[in-house]
């Protein structure tokens, strides 16, 4: 029989545990799987894509409640056809870590402990400190050879992005970076 | 779980070589492992390419037809004493001009009758090789002679071969050389272009691909377009050195940036864009650097963290505490923004003000990512993103709003660029109108791009990144398909299975998987042909060809490696730029690297043992190290006699902030420790989980030991060298918290890349 598992999955969902574990010979694991599908039945489906190396596995994810409740290696995936490795398989974890922090944080000049702050103060003093430290540090133009260039940028802004962002955030946050001056811009491509 | 396929193929039959300081898991499954010293590959390749020039086993229709063999390289061309010619003491740094070809009156390089000419890229190639015998190489690698030579027949012997590498070779200061030997090689054997062939780079980041496609680096633009330079004022100034071919590119990004008003009157707010100065080094080495001399104020860091992942940590450390301020967007705390929480630091005496802004995870927002093979792939969601946490996407467009909107009533120069950047995206399905912003659009009609060729340089197409352009073929998303039944190749294409740039081409430059008449060399296992019926390149994947009507008998047809200028693949790494009749400039511009046209072995900065080859010359001749003296020791062998390679772990990812913070993963392994050879371990009379005191010129760390076989001691150059091993995925956050190997490790870095040679520094070992 021709049947991958999340096809296997879904029938076995529509038709009955039992018969279709029957029906392939899997009689030996019959407990292990209905239990699963017990866990998963009623639950919303979603594919992504692992985020710890660059082979890009693929994963499926099982919601109820808005509470990631499965993750498993997409077994549709041409490059890991189900599997996942000990980082990947882990990653359930994540968006029901009690360490995940919940809200914006602050820590003042010479302090030693981290504050609480809402979203709107945080990007408000964010964009202040951006805009002061680019204004002050602003360098119009530069001599080379006896020869005058305008380069219109400040070397006194950093950013630094990672290879954990998606293409899109990747895209904009260099779009924003050069459109505010920015020449020091990088990430990890070198680990 | 690139290894299952090594294992698939090792079941039909591939001979599976594992070259490694450590002997791992890959090893066990290998039919022929070899143990090599931390920065001595080039060393090992070139003696391995040496043997099959010597014994006439290389490919000689494919470097004939394929390669820049035949071409005949300029006269004053020479290697003497460790460098190439073009060399200026003075500024370390090559005149890359000294390695072009020799030309005719058109401007294209001359063919030599035969390749045997005293004068042919091959005949150069023969006379650099030739000081790489066996011997000199076992020397330098401690690989005993016979092993080389056994896997130097293997390579020879099961062709087609692959290699896959990662950071084990690129971390070095002659990170790019260590790749430009593969490069030889395979060209060499014909192992480009054709299934099973290739150099692949195993990328240990999970959008590394897509971060440095969209140029989050210093030294780009989107699509690998050179970053304006100071002394590139006007867009002809650029165009002058890069080439009309990529010119039309950054016409149409600065089209997608500036929209209507980038007009060919005013060079599209080419002028508008910051210009770097082309003689500084902005990679994020000199960002801690500045910040340490206090000429950095505000860094914004999202989702990495350089307080554990950084080589030479106090250098990052005292960098931070340099700053004003600090964001971080992450999902768990960091080192990085906790910096000033730092075990054994005083807060009080730490200026910085720190933003922590909560990131949501890959698993909580919806967008694309690129995976090693350039496949562009749809991440979905199903959940909220936890807390307050907003995705990266989210927290720029806000940031960068609000920052527009501090300057909106300025009427200085300098904030012209922000008024008159294009910047807005919808609240819901933000990341689908950015990638369509990516693919780009026909302003004319208004209708999204089906593909790079419709690209224009007049400004009438604008789009983000010209790579990407077909991603929305169709008006549709094709990263999100899924057929993974459709495979006419039966080599793996799937190609109706998500997208890769460029153009849903699978296998780069698979014109080389056929001879000069466009035949495939192996008809079994066929990727493209030209079809003499419809006069066109067809296939099973996309033709890697400049045009597809173009065949065989045009000079289109012959350009395999079509991103050259003269489109064929490089022996020797000649520069040459391609001469454009239209524009009277250059059309293509291909870079070659700063260091040298051919790999040449240079000793590790830190290294136990001296340079044989020319002992004058014992490291990158164009490495400029230390940069900071104070902050950049280099340690001796008599100090520091072991040698150190670092690595990540699969158990653990890169700095440990999410792994770290999962506890079956910290069961696994739960904390740093130094992997020793058993000889060593004797003689520091230590045991198997014993704590040891690893101390570098940079600083100390005490850790466990573990004591295997895995590592031996290696003879080099008659003298015993010990190489010992690190994981460093660990700082003092997290679930699991032990030391950071990077406090030990040496920041010097590739001339090309600036990538840090975390791979060999020295280090020496004591019981505690
Ligand atoms: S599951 Fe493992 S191999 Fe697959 S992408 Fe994730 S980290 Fe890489």
Known sequence: ????????????????????????????????????????????????????????????????????INLEGDPDHIMNEGGLCSKGSAMSVVPNSEERIPTPLYRAPRSNKWQEISWDDALNRIAEKFKKARDENW???????????????????????????????????????RALGVVFLEHQARL | MSMKWVMRAKEKGAKVIHVDPRYTRTSKIS????????????????????????????????????TNAMYKTNKNFEFNEGVFSGYSDEERKYNTDFWAYELDAEGKPVKA???????????????????????????????????????????????????????????????????????????????????????????GEPNVQGSTDFALLFNYLPGYLSYPNHNKPKLENWTASYGSFRAKFLIHLLKAWFGDEATAENDFCYGLLPKKNANENYSI??????????????????????????????????????????????????????FWEKPGCDPSTIDTEVFFLPAASFLEKEGSLSNSSRMVQWRYTGIDPVGEAKSDLDMIDLLFNKIRDLYKDSSEAKDEIIKKLSWNYPTEKKAEAVLREINGYNLKTGELLNGIGEIQADGSTAGGNWLYAGVYAGNENLSKRKDNKTDPSGLGLFPGFAWSWPGNMRVLYNRASCDVNGVPYDDEKKLIWWDEQTKKWMGYDVPDVPVATDGPDTPNGQKP???????????????????????????????????????????????????????????????KYPRIESKQPIGTKEEFPYVLCTSSISEHWCAGTVTRNVPWLNELVKETYIEIPEKLATKLNVKNGEKVKVRSARGEIEVKTMVTHRLQTLNINNEEVTVVWMPYNWGFKGLSTAASTNLLTIDAGDPNTWIQETKACLVDVQKV
């Not at chain 2, 692959?162 to 002659?174: D, E």
């Open chain 2, 31 to 66: 039919d022929k492992y070899v143990q090599i010293r931390p920065g001595t590959d080039i060393a090992f390749l070139n003696a391995i390419v040496q043997y099959i020039l010597e014994n006439d086993l290389y490919d000689k229709t494919f470097i004939i037809s394929h």
């Open chain 1, 139 to 177: 360098i119009e133009k530069e001599i080379d050879n006896g020869e005058e260039y305008v380069v219109n940028r400040t070397d006194a802004i950093g950013i630094v992005g990672g290879a954990q962002n998606n293409n899109e955030e990747c895209y904009l946050m260099a779009k924003m970076a």
């Open chain 2, 113 to 203: 009758d035969s390749l045997d000419d005293p004068q042919t890229v091959f005949s150069g190639l023969k006379d650099f090789y030739k000081r790489y015998t066996m011997e000199v190489s076992s020397g330098i690698t401690g690989i005993p002679v016979e092993t080389i030579k056994e896997v130097a027949d293997m390579v020879v012997n099961n062709r087609p071969g692959t290699i896959m590498y990662a950071l084990g070779m690129t971390q070095h200061t002659v990170g790019v050389q260590n790749i430009r030997a593969f490069g030889v090689l395979q060209l060499l054997l014909g192992n480009i272009g054709r299934p099973g062939t290739g150099i692949n780079a195993l990328r």
């Open chain 1, 1 to 68: 029989m021709n049947m991958n598992r999340r096809n296997f999955l879904k029938t076995a969902g529509l038709t009955g545990v039992a018969l279709a574990l029957a029906d392939l010979g899997f009689n030996t694991k019959k407990i292990e799987a209905s239990t699963k599908e017990f866990k998963l039945s009623g639950a919303n489906e979603y594919t992504s894509i692992c985020t710890f190396c660059s082979c890009g596995c693929g994963m499926v994810c099982h919601v109820k409640d808005n509470k990631l």
């Open chain 2, 285 to 338: 080495y000199r960002i801690f650097e500045t910040a340490m001399e206090k000429k950095m104020k505000f860094l914004y860091i999202m989702g990495q963290n350089p307080m554990v992942s950084s080589p030479n940590l106090s250098v990052v450390h005292e960098g931070l505490s340099g700053l004003d301020t600090l964001v971080v967007a992450d999902l768990f705390m960091t080192e990085t923004a906790s």
């Open chain 2, 561 to 623: 490696f079509r991103m050259n200028g003269e489109g064929v693949g490089r022996l020797i790494a000649n520069s040459y730029s391609d001469p454009d009749y239209v524009n009277q400039t250059a059309r293509d511009a291909s870079s070659v690297p700063a260091d040298g046209p051919l790999p040449e072995f240079y000793e590790p900065v830190e290294s136990p043992t001296s340079n044989v080859l020319h002992p004058k010359v014992q490291i990158n001749p164009c490495l």
